[in-house]
């Protein structure tokens, strides 16, 4: 299994919503991260997660939660979003050296 | 902020003729440098990896690498139609870092 998993694939929610993203590999990956692109920009970090714990956080707003359950999961939530986070959000996982897998992410729309 | 430089294009090449796409980036302790092809409405997609100095094949894709410029580059060969897309160039900060920074992209047309 050489893929990235992502659901949903779209998603529209309100402002007072509450969603989550979920991403699932299974390729034995120990590094997982959350991207945020937005349209005719380059995907920008948000969260990597290494042996399944935190380590490096840009500095996103508190309305975004990432979750790493298990090794094979990494989860975001969503609370209290913007119409400016509208964006398409990329889950990745690596090996320790090589490249990194993108999932087909998931497109939000806050409205 | 590390940083990785591309030219955003957009970059026009005939059918059948060679690309040539070109990536600056400011960290000298990278180590590990990658480019994707990212097609419209669709997530990024890798088609390089480099992390030695010289250059690289695979099928109709050659990386080059220079670490003393600091300076990356994709050639595609005979170029198709399907080519045409984003292509961005990525690079991992640091050393035992994971923080995987991409330039800007450089949009390309190939024309039939």
């Known amino acids: 299994d050489t893929e990235v998993t992502q659901t949903p694939k779209h998603l529209v929610m309100g402002m007072t919503n509450k969603k989550s993203l979920k991403c699932e590999q299974h390729m034995g990956h120990r590094a997982m991260y959350w991207y945020k692109q937005k349209a005719k920009k380059p995907p920008e970090l948000m969260f990597v997660y290494s042996y399944e714990k935190l380590s490096i956080n840009e500095s996103v707003p508190s309305r975004f939660s990432p979750e790493c359950p298990n090794s094979s999961l990494l989860n975001l939530h969503l609370h209290a979003l913007q119409p400016e986070d509208s964006a398409l959000y990329l889950c990745?996982?690596?090996?320790?050296?090589?490249?990194?897998?993108f999932g087909s992410g998931t497109r939000l729309t806050v409205v | 902020q590390k940083e990785v430089e591309q030219n955003s294009g957009p970059l026009s090449v005939p059918e059948g003729a060679i690309a040539s796409l070109n990536c600056t980036y400011s960290d000298r302790g990278s180590q590990s440098f990658f480019w994707y092809r990212q097609y419209s409405g669709k997530s990024p997609e890798l088609i390089m990896s480099?992390?030695?100095?010289g250059d690289k094949e695979d099928g109709r894709f050659t990386a080059q690498l220079n670490k003393a410029s600091q300076y990356v580059s994709l050639l595609i060969r005979d170029s198709q139609p399907s080519d045409s897309a984003t292509y961005l160039c990525?690079?991992?900060?640091?050393?035992?870092?994971?923080?995987?920074?991409f330039g800007q992209g450089t949009r390309l047309t190939i024309n039939p």
């Open positions: 990745a996982s690596s090996p320790p050296r090589g490249g990194y897998t």
């Open positions: 990525a690079v991992v900060e640091g050393q035992g870092a994971q923080k995987l920074v």
């Open positions: 480099i992390y030695s100095n």
